[in-house]
């Protein structure tokens, strides 16, 4: 069974970058995994979800407008995961961050657990 | 972008009984691309509808997805415990990928 499991720091202070890396387990990026994309999800406390971005294993990208450029998504495929940086974050960016497997035609199969991200100083 | 309006934002019902949930897409989904998703608190999302109508591996049938264009609906024909949860859905025709704002099915 796939697995996904995210990491990073849970406290970011405002104006400075959130990072975040999924880590892929009992599963390929490449090879079998190479059809498919990788994508992060994030959803404030409460509230409801939102794509961030997502990458397939030669790096092929695809952003959510509404965060002006402030994402910037990476594969590593020889440690079989895939990062997210966030920059210049306020309260707002406040959230549990997850990653998941995006099936080609877009939607997302398998979830991490899932990690909270507070920006707060 | 694709906005998904979900309703009701609620749903009071009791274990055996019907729930029907609806999404309302501002313009057509094309190819029925549409998603359902459950999330219990603390927990992931996960899949149970893809293509407006598929089941997800391990979906039990009385969870069953249906519509085209701009109206869709889940339906969970007899509700289990299990079932109490937020539903999501998601349109993947068109980016930005986007999600509604979720319905609650909660214990009556």
């Known amino acids: 069974q796939l697995q996904l499991q995210e990491s990073g720091p849970g406290l970011v202070k405002p104006s400075e970058t959130l990072s975040l890396t999924c880590t892929v387990s009992?599963?390929?990026?490449?090879?079998?995994?190479?059809?498919?994309?990788w994508g992060w999800i994030r959803q404030p406390p409460g509230k409801g979800l939102e794509w961030i971005a997502s990458?397939?294993?030669?790096?092929?990208?695809y952003y959510n407008p509404s965060l002006k450029s402030r994402a910037t998504i990476s594969v590593d495929t020889s440690k079989n995961l895939f990062s997210l940086k966030l920059y210049s974050v306020t309260a707002a960016d406040t959230a549990v961050y997850y990653c998941?497997?995006?099936?080609?035609?877009?939607?997302?199969?398998?979830w991490g657990q899932g990690t909270l991200v507070t920006v707060s100083s | 972008e694709v906005v998904l309006t979900q309703s009701p934002g609620t749903l009071s019902l009791s274990p055996g009984e019907r729930a029907t949930l609806s999404c309302r897409a501002s313009?057509?989904?094309?190819?029925?691309?549409l998603a359902w998703y459950q999330q219990k608190p603390g927990q992931a999302p996960r899949l149970l509808i893809y293509?407006?109508?598929s089941r997800a591996t391990g979906i039990p049938d009385r969870i069953s997805g249906s519509g085209s264009g701009t109206d869709f609906t889940l339906t969970i024909s007899r509700l289990e415990p299990e079932d109490f949860a937020v539903y999501y859905c998601?349109?993947?025709?068109?980016?930005?990928?986007?999600f509604g704002g979720g319905t609650k099915v909660e214990i009556k």
């Open positions: 313009q057509s989904v094309t190819s029925s691309s």
């Open positions: 998601q349109q993947y025709c068109c980016a930005p990928l986007t």
């Open positions: 009992s599963g390929s990026i490449s090879g079998s995994g190479s059809s498919f994309y």
């Open positions: 990458i397939n294993y030669s790096g092929t990208t």
């Open positions: 293509g407006a109508s």
């Open positions: 998941a497997r995006d099936v080609p035609s877009g939607y997302h199969d398998y």
